[in-house]
Nanobody, 120 residues
Framework: QVQLVESGGGLVQAGGSLRLSCAAS????????MGWYRQAPGKQRELVAD???????NYADSVKGRFTISRDNAKNTVYLQMNSLKPEDTAVYFC??????????????WGQGTQITVSS
């Protein structure tokens, strides 16, 4: 089993910045993609950004140029630097990773979610 612990959420004014962190622990063999999703009230969960083990990144159009995803493979940690935050960024943000066990099985793991609220 792999556990994910998120930190860095909170309340910020529009135009401000926050940095999310998500550390993975447990029976880790190989982590493939890591990323962040978010879910606003009444909406479906959507991808914010993800990053492969090789460092290739992918962003939702709504956050391009404002958010930056990075990872520290030695620490099994993924980060999301969020700048120029907007009220529409308000949501619960979930950390995610895809893990490969030594026998080849791939599994998805999710964090518990952290609330980001951007006030206008």
């Amino acid at each position: 089993q792999v556990q994910l612990v998120e930190s860095g959420g909170g309340l910020v004014q529009a135009g401000g910045s926050l940095r999310l962190s998500c550390a993975a622990s447990g029976s880790i063999f190989s982590i493939n993609t890591m990323g962040w999703y978010r879910q606003a009230p009444g909406k479906q969960r959507e991808l914010v950004a993800d990053i492969t083990s090789g460092g290739s990144t992918n962003y939702a159009d709504s956050v391009k140029g404002r958010f930056t995803i990075s990872r520290d493979n030695a620490k099994n940690t993924v980060y999301l630097q969020m700048n120029s935050l907007k009220p529409e960024d308000t949501a619960v943000y979930f950390c995610y990773l895809n893990h490969r066990a030594y026998w080849g099985r791939k599994s998805d793991y999710w964090g518990q979610g952290t609330q980001i609220t951007v006030s206008s």
